[in-house]
């Protein structure tokens, strides 16, 4: 379709100053869904790891989810940059989507399962309350990253919705 | 039925025909970033109808100049 003075990507990269192919520039958006998807693999290993040798005390490796509050620094704002243009933010918006709703799905089946490991007069202890807690949020937080990227990874959406 | 449609553009055609321009280039204009006009170009990503317009307008051509339909949308 193209003559053969389009085709050429390389030299477009060499003058942009990149190293790599244009097509693995990773937008602002790309970088702090993956490193929010690193941080909760590491929160849960960390738990995994820890849990043969402290036990309940594990749960003191969610802790690692702090590092989550670093993520803004990857939208600092440089003069006559676009942080988020709209297909990020479609992006964003249907990532966003499908986190809630699979922690919609996860919610509901772990009350489902309580009833069936608690019986309808039991207690659910504190402990195990607060450990789901912990793991919808690192839910949440995971599904919306790897929905994030696997969108990019595709070249990202249509703008109709 | 499902509408066949199919979208494609004269992005980097009319890029380089404007001096040349880059696409971060580009992007600044339109107001978008440079991987949006990556996937733009490489046919991945159906721009809104405002960014159509505007990057015809940043063009100085007319919005079917840079977007081809080529596809037939099946009657209902």
């Known amino acids: ?161 | 039925m499902r509408d066949r449609s199919e979208l494609t553009n004269r992005i980097r055609e009319h890029r380089f025909h404007n001096g040349e321009m880059t696409q971060e280039q580009l992007a600044q204009r339109v107001g978008v970033t440079r991987q949006t006009i990556i996937a733009l170009e490489s046919g991945k990503y159906v721009p809104s109808l405002l960014l159509g317009f505007k990057l015809a307008s940043t063009f100085g051509v007319k919005v079917e100049e840079v977007f081809q339909y080529n596809g037939t949308s099946t009657a209902p």
């Open chain 1, 1 to 161: 379709m193209y003559c053969v003075p389009y085709i050429e990507i390389w030299p477009e990269s060499a003058f942009n100053g990149s190293l790599f192919p244009e097509e693995q520039a990773m937008c602002q958006t790309q970088k702090a869904a993956l490193f929010n998807l690193i941080v909760v693999v590491l929160a849960l290993a960390t738990v995994l790891g820890l849990y043969p040798f402290l036990g309940r005390g594990a749960t003191g490796g969610f802790g690692v989810l702090g590092f989550l509050g670093f993520s803004p620094l990857f939208f600092r704002r440089h003069r006559g940059q676009v942080l988020a243009d709209e297909r990020d933010q479609l992006i964003q918006r249907r990532s966003t989507i499908l986190a809630y709703s699979v922690f919609w799905l996860a919610f509901v089946a772990s009350m489902m399962l309580a009833l069936v490991f608690y019986g309808g007069d039991g207690a659910v202890p504190v402990l195990v309350l607060m450990n789901a807690l912990w793991l919808g949020f690192m839910l949440v937080i995971g599904v919306h990253a790897i929905a994030t990227l696997a969108q990019y990874g595709r070249g990202g959406t249509n703008a109709r919705s």
